[in-house]
Nanobody
Framework: HVQLVESGGGSVEAGGSLRLSCAAPPTYTAYCVGWVRQVSGKEREGVARIYVENNNIRYDGDFAKGRFTIAQDSVKNMVSLQMTSLTPDDTAMYYC???????????????????WGQGTQVTVS
């Protein structure tokens, strides 16, 4: 499996913003890339995903719509998640995940990915 590398997490006050980034190796070809979050003791929750070839975007929870923006930088092979108007309910470990081209995964569920990052903590107080 390929290790994706996340950055950009941290602590922020309610109402603030954070930008998360996810980097894949230059030779990695993804069918889709997404962000999934998890609060300790709870199940993973889909946040947003992007389909690389057609740039189709899905926001998986109502909490993300209007506040979070996922985008890809195909030149750098990176995907970002811009988060605004953060609330304490957004506190979680955020994981970048990808479905490698040809893996059979389609990013259609929080665990429907072939490769994962190590996670980055977001804390909103």
């Amino acid at each position: 499996h390929v290790q994706l590398v996340e950055s950009g997490g941290g602590s922020v006050e309610a109402g603030g913003s954070l930008r998360l980034s996810c980097a894949a190796p230059p030779t990695y070809t993804a069918y889709c890339v997404g962000w999934v979050r998890q609060v300790s003791g709870k199940e993973r929750e889909g946040v947003a995903r992007i389909y690389v070839e057609n740039n189709n975007i899905r926001y998986d929870g109502d909490f993300a719509k209007g506040r979070f923006t996922i985008a890809q930088d195909s030149v750098k092979n990176m995907v970002s998640l811009q988060m605004t108007s953060l609330t304490p309910d957004d506190t979680a470990m955020y994981y970048c995940a990808a479905a490698r081209e040809g893996s059979g995964h389609t990013c259609s569920a929080p665990d429907d990915y072939s490769d994962w990052g190590q996670g980055t903590q977001v804390t909103v107080s």
